[in-house]
């Protein structure tokens, strides 16, 4: 028997890809009180949906300390895409990644989902700011189009020779009284160096600022340009990235958070933004005489 709780966690995982157990009990069990009692459904409705084939569980084969001890992860099944898909009579279900995700790469995608989690939960506490679209690295942007070979991902490959990509982890779109902005994410774990990063990254954002290609994931932007919102495990992480890309091409379009201080609570209004030089500003501001700020971006009146 399918449950509203099961449709409710396939759903979760077409808009996440990747989740823990515990990410999926917070999301979708917090009502219950205790928490032995919301670990045990939480168990119980993924091991059904996992014996029906509508979800997959990938295991956790190594250990961070960050993370816990080693667990199983959860990813859509293409028989699970088919039920949402038939469930809301909505086709765009059938164009949901369900590829096996790549071990080496969990940690990324969890810190990915967290950073999405607490973006959509601030969404949710207030009525200013709308979320009118996120994208996963792996997401068909286009999903309306029908014709396979014309769909495309983030992915945007820029010049052949010598060769250019613009690869962001995620890209995300904020609305405030009509001004509508799109803001790339790179999810930062402190794996690579700053200055590899800084050299490595920022050519193909100043290639895709200049030819304004973010209007090809976002067509409704009401804006020029868009920002670079890059998510570092710490204070210190971020204060060494924003120091190895203040001198880059493009500097301009870069903003940094600590993980640390990203929360529901934070993540819109909060001081806690910081440009590659300057003071920390708040991701979007809405004024009390209606004019409003995103993202450090320039006032518009609406």
């Known amino acids: 028997m399918i449950t509203d709780r099961d449709i409710q966690i396939l759903t979760l995982l077409v808009r996440y890809y ?21 670990a045990r459904k939480t168990r119980e409705r993924l091991q059904n949906l ?12 190594f250990y961070n300390s960050a993370a816990g001890r080693p667990a199983p992860l959860y990813y859509p099944s293409r028989k699970g895409c088919e039920f949402l898909a038939e469930h809301f009579d909505d086709e765009r279900y059938l164009a949901t990644t369900v590829h096996t995700p790549v071990a080496q790469y969990a940690m990324h995608w969890l810190a990915l989902n967290e950073t999405h989690i607490a973006l959509d939960d601030a969404i949710a506490r207030q009525h200013a700011v709308q979320l009118d679209g996120w994208i ?65 990254k920022t050519p193909g954002y100043v290639q895709m600022a200049e030819s304004r290609l973010h209007r090809r994931h976002f067509p409704t932007t009401t804006f020029d ?19 190895a890309i203040k001198t880059m091409p493009g500097a301009e379009l870069w903003k940094f958070v600590s993980a640390t201080e990203l929360t529901p609570e ?28 995103i993202a450090n971006g320039g006032e518009k009146q609406p």
Do not use: M, W
């Open 266 to 293: 934070s993540v819109l209004d909060a001081p806690i933004i910081h440009p590659c030089d300057g003071e920390p500003k708040p991701l979007v501001r809405v004024r009390s005489d209606v004019s409003l700020t």
């Open 136 to 200: 996963n690295e792996f997401d068909i942007v286009n999903k309306d189009e029908s014709v396979p070979e014309k769909r495309f991902r983030l992915y945007t490959l820029l010049r052949e020779s010598p060769r250019l990509v613009c690869a962001p982890d995620a890209a995300f779109l904020l609305s405030v009284a009509g001004h509508c902005k799109v803001f790339y994410v790179e999810q930062d774990r402190g794996t690579s160096g700053v200055r590899h990063i800084a050299a490595s």
């Open 50 to 61: 996992v014996t029906l084939g509508l979800i997959h569980r990938h295991k956790f084969e």
């Open 18 to 38: 990747l989740l823990s157990r515990d990410q999926i009990q917070r999301l979708c069990f917090s009502s219950i009180a205790s928490s032995r009692s919301a």
């Open 225 to 243: 340009t868009f920002t670079v919102l890059v998510v570092a495990p710490n204070p210190r992480r971020r204060d060494a990235l924003r120091h």
